[in-house]
């Protein structure tokens, strides 16, 4: 397979990947950790609205799947990337911070969660995620 192709197919497979892991989480997150009582998390407007509601805990699973999303998504990428994998792993974490910043920008959060957010959740992990899928 040629090393363009393999590359390609590299980002698609850590962005698919990556965007899944994080929804899974998302999805099961209030099952596991419910929203609080009058929260509407079904919609963007609900969640904007109640957003006040929520306490540190339920900012567990939105980092969580931010950051475990970057770091599968940026370990495969790395891991089937031809060639420069640290920058494929690095490209798949700013994929997934613009995603980040488009979140802070939409979503009300409180300062220290889109803080922790921006600063640990992306190229941190993808770094951690690229260091992974290198090591021999």
Do not use: C, Q, R
Request: proline share 7%; charged share 10%.
């Amino acid at each position: 397979m040629s090393p363009i192709v393999k590359n390609i197919l590299a980002v698609i497979v850590g962005i698919v990947v990556g965007s899944t892991v994080n929804m899974a989480l998302i999805n099961i997150s209030g099952s596991i950790i419910p929203p609080p009582d009058g929260a509407d998390v079904t919609t963007m407007e609900g969640l904007k609205a109640s957003i006040h509601l929520f306490k540190p805990v339920n900012f567990i699973f939105p980092f969580l799947a931010h950051a475990l999303g970057t770091l599968f998504g940026a370990f495969l990428a790395a891991k089937l990337a031809a060639n420069n994998k640290m920058k494929f792993a690095y490209g798949i974490g700013f994929f997934f911070l613009l995603g980040g910043i488009a979140n802070v920008v939409m979503i009300p959060a409180p300062m220290w969660f889109s803080a922790l957010d921006l600063i640990v959740a992306y190229l941190p992990m993808a770094y951690l995620g690229g260091k992974m899928a290198t090591k021999v």
